[in-house]
């Protein structure tokens, strides 16, 4: 059962810019970690950016200073600003939701991928050069 629902998704140029929206369909724990998660073609699973309660963010290396992670509270949606697009940023985006309390976000993102939560069904980012 698809708890989140991710949109924004679509191919773009080096460079260029998305945003990515996930949508609350029945998952509850809005105030939990929230995250996106990425997997590109023959690759694992990688944590992108994760979110507190606090709207405090983590990211990994890789997309740091280009990316930003955003929660609308009142709506509780949740946001993925991704700038300066790479081919290396070519994968399927995953919303997924935390269904317990963690206090450290980053260290929830880095379970096994089966022990995280809710998830949405993804949304496909390509990036050309």
């Known amino acids: 059962q698809v708890e989140l629902v991710e949109t924004g998704g679509g191919s773009v140029q080096v460079g260029g810019s998305l945003r990515l929206a996930c949508t609350p369909s029945g998952y509850r724990y809005t105030s939990y970690c929230m995250g996106w998660f990425r997997r590109a073609p023959g690759k694992e699973l990688e944590g992108v950016a994760t979110?507190?309660?606090?709207?405090?963010?983590t990211y990994d290396d890789s997309v740091k200073g280009r990316f930003t992670i955003s929660k609308d509270n009142v709506k509780n949606i949740l946001y993925l600003e991704m700038n300066d697009l790479k081919p290396e940023d070519t994968a399927m985006y995953y919303c997924v939701g935390a269904v317990d309390y963690w206090s450290d976000c980053g260290r929830w993102s880095r379970q096994d991928p089966q022990d995280l939560g809710s998830w949405g069904q993804g949304t496909q980012v390509t990036v050309s050069s």
């Open positions: 979110i507190d309660s606090d709207n405090w963010a």
